[in-house]
Structures are given as structure tokens and as C-alpha cells.
């Protein structure tokens, strides 16, 4: 009933007679006897792989699985069941990353695939072979914007940035003498007046995001300009699947496109993990964190790929590094490219047209209450935010969604700790919701509201 042991007696005396030793007492003789623990472990016997079967079953049936409104930057899109697949093969799954190129080429290629669907939606010139997550891609656009700057050391972040980017930006600032000062939104969305004049020699780059945290597409009109006029560069980060539907990166002027792959065939998965995207203009080429796959051809003329650039501190002097990226979310990345592959552009823009159009539709069902509001500041695209009258009143009716197995949305209080959004829902409707689960959504609403 046990299929595997790790190591049998006879292995164990095998290894230590390879190293000179008795006993396994002999191997930890350099740990102080008084360190050691003498009593028995309070664990249980072990069990078989059936009875391990059995419990584990036991404890899904418990998970209650409900249907999503949730977002802010995690979403439940529709994945088709091929992009598991596909990824699942052990070839993709063990190659973990490609240090070796000569056996890597199915990875490698994979990758540069990647790259290049990541340029053609940012419409950028150069994209890396991903990052951790969103907010680990901004933090290391900062960097790279402190490095291109001389005598920098600000870096400026609209307050609509997604709370868990700024956090992480504060975090990677700590102890560097770095500073990032959060520019004050004006009514739910960037105040680019207050970004412009906030300009100085002293500040590198600017760090926007569109949709915003409150799902607001942003209107950077003139906010390149102005941002380069004083030497300094431009972030945005957006939603890849929003890219199909609202201005580029590029469009806007921006130096820097980053954002998280995961609206684009991976799972929410409590969480994670997630896949970040970055791509910058060639004149940042060689400063780009982390790695980049370039296709070329071997001796024999035959098409292949290899990394380059590799500006981290694996690969060249330290001091040097712009980065201490130790390696990438390649499989995560790997899950994108199968799905933005497998769905291609129309299957993108239909996914987006979807998201939108059921979104507007929930969102015209919840504006006839008039103890709520929903938010209006600008345009929305899959998600929106729901004030209510105090927190009391949203509680109630998550409360009475969740009875009904729907998770109604995220308290943006939560997230950010501040006093004016602890009566804030952000609402995320994506493709996959239908009609049925739109209706009963603003039932419940209506039942406790009157």
C-alpha cells in the first residue's frame, strides 16, 4: 500500500559508508546535544495512498466554489481545458528554466512567442521573458526609470494604482534612499494636472494604471509629453486582455508597459501564481530586468533560440545588475501564450466587448437603488465601484450573497485602510458570467435593499 520509500536501510547504510560514517547519530554529531529534541513527534501513523485519497476528497467536497465577482486584479475568466493540457506535459512542466539552451529550444521558443504577443499588444518595441507578478514588474520598472535618470531619486505613483503595487513599490523602496511619493487622485482617477507640476529634475519616471483600481480607463492625454520634458519616463500598467479594447501603452506616449498575465488563461487559484509582464522602447533594451529570448540560427543555418541580454546579477557583475530577478514565472508565461494562442485575437476582443457589455448591464440593474450608487467617475470596463450607504449595509449584502454561494466583490477598504472606501465594493464581471447569474446578483441586492 506504500508505491514509494524514499530510502530503504540498506541505501542509508550504503551512502554513509560512502562518507566515512557509522551512524545517522554520526552525521549530526556537530549539532549540540542540548538542541536536540529527545521526545516523539505527535504525528499521526502514516496512512495508504487510498486512505490519503479518501481524506483529500473528503476535504474538497468541503470547498464551496460559488460564482465570482471578484477582481482587482484576479480575475475568473473562461480558460479553455486545452491550455491545462497542453501546459501539463512533463517537457514544459520540468524544463523549469532554460539555462541550457541546446536542450531548451521547445521552452525558448515558447518564450519568445511570449515576447512577442506581449509587444504586439503594449505595441512596444522589446518585451522581457516575464516577471513574478504585476506589482513585481512595477517595482522593477522603478528601478530601471532610477537607472536611466542620473541624479534621480523619486519616483512618482498616481494613488489609483492597485493598492498591492503601491505597497510592494514602498516595500522595494525601503533602505534604498529611493523615495516614491503617491500623487492624490482627483475623484477615482490619476490627477495628471498634479503629476505634470509635481515634475522635477530629482524625479525619474511616472507610475500610472489604466483600468485603474476602481476599473476607471484612465485618460493620459499629454502626460507623455510632459513627463518627458523633464528627462523623466513614463510607466503604465493595464490589464492585458483591457489592451484589445483601450489605447496601448504605446499609444499613450509611455516608455514602460507592464502588467499581470493573469486575466489570460491562468486561474485564479487562490491568488496565485501569476505571470508579469514588462516591455519598454528599444532605447531601454539593455536595461530591461530579468531575461530575454532571441531567435537566431545555429551553424548549420537551421532556425534557433538562445537568451541574451541577460542584465542580471546571475549572469554579469553585480554592481552591474539592474536587476536581482533570479529567474521568471516561465510555465505561467508558458499557460498565456498556449491560451492567447489557442482564443487568438477575435476570441481576445470578444472575451473584451463581453466583459464590458455585462458589466454596464449589472451595473444599470444596481443603479435603480437609490441607497447605493455606482460609480461614475469615468468610463468602466469589466469591473466598477458600488458605494453603499455605510459599511453596515454592504456587509448585508455580501452576507446575503455568499447565502447564495455568489461572492458579490471586493471591499476596497480592505485593501487600501482608508476611511472613505470602507463602504466601497469593487464588482468584476467577466465573460463568463451569464445573464441568470447577473439577474440573481441584483435580486439579492434588491431583496435586501427593499
Known amino acids: 500500500m506504500i508505491?514509494?520509500?524514499?530510502?530503504?536501510?540498506?541505501d542509508r547504510r550504503h551512502m554513509l559508508e560512502a562518507i566515512g560514517l557509522a551512524s545517522m547519530d554520526d552525521l549530526f554529531s556537530d549539532i549540540p546535544?542540548?538542541?536536540l529534541y529527545r521526545g516523539d513527534l505527535e504525528i499521526d501513523p502514516g496512512l495508504s495512498e487510498e486512505e490519503v485519497l479518501n481524506r483529500l476528497r473528503s476535504l474538497a467536497?468541503?470547498?464551496?466554489?460559488?460564482?465570482?465577482f471578484l477582481g482587482m486584479g484576479c480575475y475568473d475568466r473562461i480558460i479553455p481545458s486545452t491550455v491545462k493540457s497542453l501546459a501539463s506535459l512533463p517537457s514544459?512542466?520540468?524544463?523549469?528554466?532554460?539555462?541550457q539552451p541546446e536542450i531548451s529550444q521547445g521552452l525558448l521558443q515558447a518564450i519568445f512567442e511570449f515576447q512577442s504577443m506581449v509587444c504586439s499588444l503594449t505595441g512596444m518595441d522589446v518585451a522581457n521573458a516575464s516577471l513574478y507578478d504585476g506589482p513585481t514588474a512595477a517595482a522593477e520598472a522603478a528601478a530601471m526609470m532610477l537607472a536611466s535618470k542620473r541624479k534621480s531619486n523619486m519616483?512618482?505613483?498616481s494613488e489609483t494604482v492597485h493598492p498591492f503595487t503601491i505597497q510592494v513599490l514602498q516595500t522595494w523602496a525601503l533602505g534604498t534612499g529611493f523615495v516614491i511619493r503617491i500623487v492624490p487622485e482627483r475623484t477615482c482617477v490619476a490627477d495628471v494636472e498634479l503629476i505634470g507640476s509635481s515634475l522635477a529634475p530629482h524625479v525619474a519616471g511616472v507610475v500610472v494604471q489604466s483600468p485603474n483600481r476602481y476599473g476607471y480607463l484612465e485618460d493620459y492625454s499629454g502626460l507623455a509629453e510632459r513627463v518627458h520634458e523633464t528627462g523623466s519616463l513614463l510607466t503604465i500598467s493595464s490589464d492585458p486582455l483591457s489592451l484589445v479594447l483601450q489605447r496601448s501603452q504605446a499609444e499613450w506616449g509611455a516608455d514602460i508597459a507592464i502588467g499581470d498575465m493573469q486575466p489570460l488563461g491562468l486561474p485564479t487559484a487562490f491568488g496565485g501564481p501569476s505571470c508579469g509582464y514588462m516591455a519598454v522602447r528599444e532605447p531601454l533594451m539593455r536595461k530591461i530586468p530579468g531575461r530575454i529570448v532571441g531567435q537566431t540560427v545555429d551553424i548549420e543555418g537551421k532556425r534557433a533560440y538562445?537568451?541574451?541580454?541577460?542584465a542580471r546579477e546571475q549572469?554579469?557583475?553585480r554592481e552591474r545588475a539592474t536587476s536581482n530577478i533570479c529567474s521568471n514565472q516561465a510555465l505561467a508565461a508558458l499557460t498565456a501564450t498556449i491560451h492567447i494562442t489557442l482564443v487568438g485575437y477575435n476570441g481576445m476582443l470578444e472575451a473584451a466587448a463581453l466583459s464590458r457589455d455585462k458589466a454596464a448591464y449589472l451595473a444599470r440593474l444596481l443603479e435603480k437603488h437609490k441607497s447605493l450608487s455606482v460609480g461614475k467617475a469615468a468610463p468602466f470596463w469589466c469591473e466598477f465601484p458600488v458605494v453603499f450607504r455605510d459599511a453596515s449595509q454592504m456587509e448585508q449584502v455580501l452576507t446575503a450573497l455568499k447565502s447564495r454561494d455568489i461572492h458579490g466583490g471586493v471591499r476596497l477598504g480592505a485593501l487600501t485602510g482608508r476611511a472613505e472606501d470602507e463602504a466601497t465594493l469593487i464588482v468584476a464581471v467577466t465573460e463568463k458570467r451569464t445573464r441568470e447569474e447577473l439577474d440573481?446578483?441584483?435580486h439579492v441586492v434588491e431583496e435586501v435593499l427593499g
Open 61 to 68: 467536497a468541503m470547498n464551496r466554489i460559488g460564482t465570482c
Open 155 to 157: 519616483v512618482l505613483v
Open 440 to 442: 440573481t446578483y441584483a
Open 315 to 317: 549572469h554579469i557583475k
Open 33 to 35: 546535544q542540548e538542541v
Open 306 to 310: 538562445t537568451l541574451t541580454l541577460q
Open 92 to 99: 514544459f512542466v520540468t524544463a523549469y528554466t532554460p539555462y
Open 3 to 10: 508505491p514509494y520509500i524514499p530510502h530503504t536501510d540498506a
